[in-house]
T-cell receptor
Framework: DADVTQTPRNRITKTGKRIMLECSQT?????MYWYRQDPGLGLRLIYY???????NKGEISDGYSVSRQAQAKFSLSLESAIPNQTALYFC???????????FGPGTRLTVL | DQQVKQNSPSLSVQEGRISILNCDYT??????FLWYKKYPAEGPTFLIS?????DKNEDGRFTVFLNKSAKHLSLHIVPSQPGDSAVYFC??????????????FGKGTKLSVKP
């Protein structure tokens, strides 16, 4: 079984809809992250959480919110989706002892 | 302003030869560097890392070299195999300010290894 899972893997939605992307991990890591990838732009950090009570904005947090429901679960919400949020979204985890992050398989989101 | 730069969007190499992927950084506070490999429709996979106290780290066919004075690192793959064809991301982190533990990624280099 995968250590970091993301649901859904693909989602098509319409402008203005509320969307939630979910991430679960069985690695026992304290730190969790959400990134988006756009063609030619690499990965950009949206939000990160170093433990259940710690949530921080990343480079591109506008238009997004997150919830850390448990050590193993970190959700990303788009309150009112817009077309320029069409992208690949990745969740990642890391232990406290290292900066090495481990990624989930990604969610491809299309906003029409 | 980009703190981690991968100036070659793509690289093509013959099977069995060496692949050299390059990465430059601007922030002297970075002290840990990583390479990730990404296949289509999959998440990035950690490949190899290096701490700023070293100048070389080797793992099988993969070697990462760090030149701190030039703020440059490179990933060498020897010998290259068709299965190495993927996008390679360089990333960096540093224990400074509120950014501890966060990775800054380059835009990636697409490696194609031809049989």
């Amino acid at each position: 079984d995968a250590d970091v899972t993301q649901t859904p893997r693909n989602r098509i939605t319409k402008t203005g809809k509320r969307i939630m992307l979910e991430c679960s991990q069985t690695k026992g890591h304290d730190r969790m992250y959400w990134y988006r990838q756009d063609p030619g732009l690499g990965l950009r950090l949206i939000y990160y959480s170093f433990d259940v009570k710690d949530i921080n904005k990343g480079e591109i947090s506008d238009g997004y919110s997150v919830s850390r429901q448990a050590q193993a679960k970190f959700s990303l919400s788009l309150e009112s989706a817009i077309p320029n949020q069409t992208a690949l979204y990745f969740c990642a985890t890391s232990p406290k002892s290292t900066d090495t992050q481990y990624f989930g398989p990604g969610t491809r989101l299309t906003v029409l | 302003d980009q703190q981690v730069k991968q100036n070659s969007p793509s690289l093509s190499v013959q099977e069995g030869r060496i692949s050299i992927l390059n990465c430059d950084y601007t922030n002297s506070m970075f002290d840990y560097f990583l390479w990730y490999k990404k296949y289509p429709a999959e998440g990035p996979t950690f490949l190899i890392s290096i701490s700023s106290i070293k100048d070389k780290n080797e793992d099988g066919r993969f070697t990462v070299f760090l030149n701190k004075s030039a703020k440059h690192l490179s990933l060498h793959i020897v010998p290259s195999q068709p299965g190495d064809s993927a996008v390679y991301f360089c990333a960096a982190s540093g224990s400074y300010g509120g950014s501890q533990g966060n990775l800054i990624f380059g835009k990636g280099t697409k490696l194609s290894v031809k049989p």
